[in-house]
């Protein structure tokens, strides 16, 4: 079995090119897996010698611990693919997992703010660019300050020059996470010949490493221009050039350090800005893609020409968008019709 899931998992990566975060939690999925199947002390079955009723067993286990049904799910779906591959490559008569009921989900339906939101939360954003925090009043008199002072003013004034900076590139990939509906690993994948600016266009790089062409708007292209001088300043303060056989040279987006920004740094700046302009709202990264595209539902675009934008693969996932709308038509007229 151990054999098995290492090969299953190179499969994933090389054939597949699946995502490093899908092979690792499938790989996590597949080893609890094993280890519920091989107490201390006993060694782990063979590929041909697990059942359903096992798999079963460890559905219950799962089940018994707490387990959210959405988890015990997707390591379900990690099963079903392991076995069917070797199905496939002729190791199995018949998968065991095949007989195993994938647990009921709750239909969700993702939380989206309306366009005038959206809208106020960027252009409140493109306000701090403008006029970032700590900029004096003109007219207001300077007191005399101490030496020690000046020294800690001027730290100061230091660091509200590197919030400057990192406002630009926040407001910039805020406004092209919404402007092209990019999921957070499309945006921290970006590379600068990815994106051709007088087209507006980003060559994007989806799931299982396909390719996309996705149009951006003005407001994007004004952000990204007040960016890129950003960008070869965070270059230079980390004594870094373009030059350097450097893969995180190519990247649209850089941390304080010259380095590709992450995902979870991506997570962290959004939030960042959401707790500035409206506590009660529980947005992440992902929240802005929903927005994409429920806007662009809501404005008459085809839901075919969205799932292409999107690049999703079944018209299924995006047909989800379908009901965020309606949902948002429904609160407009419960509010609005005298009679609702």
């Not at 406004?175 to 994007?204: C, F, H, I, P, W």
């Not at 062409?213 to 950003?230: D, F, R």
């Amino acid at each position: 079995m151990q054999e098995a899931i290492a090969k299953y998992l190179e499969y994933l990566e090389t054939v597949r090119n699946s995502s490093p975060h899908t092979v690792s939690n499938y790989g996590k999925d597949l080893r609890q897996f094993l280890e519920f199947l091989s107490p201390p002390g006993a060694a782990p079955p063979s590929l041909g010698a697990v059942n359903h009723g096992m798999i079963r067993e460890f559905v219950s286990h799962l089940h018994d611990h707490g387990l959210e049904k959405s988890s015990i799910a997707r390591k379900l779906a990690a099963l079903r693919s392991f076995f069917k591959y070797w199905v496939r490559e002729g190791r199995l008569k018949e998968s065991p997992a095949r007989l195993v009921p994938t647990p009921k989900l709750p239909r969700r339906i993702p939380s989206v703010l309306s366009a005038e939101e959206m809208n106020g939360f960027l252009n409140q954003l493109a306000g701090m660019v403008e006029r970032p925090s700590g900029s004096s009043e003109p007219g207001n008199k300077r007191a005399k300050s101490s030496p020690s002072e000046r020294a800690q003013k001027g730290c100061g004034q230091a660091r509200l020059a590197e919030e400057g900076l990192l406002l630009r590139r926040d407001r910039a990939l805020l406004e092209l996470l919404y402007a092209a509906g990019l999921r957070v690993s499309e945006l921290t994948g970006l590379n600068l010949v990815d994106v051709e600016q007088k087209e507006r266009m980003l060559r994007v790089r989806g799931k299982g490493n396909k390719e996309r062409i996705v149009p951006y708007g003005e407001k994007a292209q004004e952000a990204l221009e007040k960016y890129w001088p950003v960008r070869g300043e965070l270059l230079r303060q980390a004594h870094r050039s373009n030059r350097d056989a450097d893969p995180h040279m190519q990247a649209v987006f850089l941390n304080y350090a010259g380095r590709r920004l992450t995902q979870r740094s991506v997570g962290r700046i959004v939030k960042k800005y959401v707790r500035l302009v409206n506590v009660n709202w529980d947005l992440h990264p992902h929240s802005l893609r929903h927005a994409f595209a429920t806007h662009l539902l809501a404005d008459g675009a085809d839901l075919r020409a969205i799932q292409e934008l999107l690049g999703h693969q079944s018209l299924s996932t995006t047909q989800r968008y379908t009901h965020a709308s309606i949902r948002q038509l429904m609160e407009v007229y419960d509010k609005a019709h005298p009679h609702a």
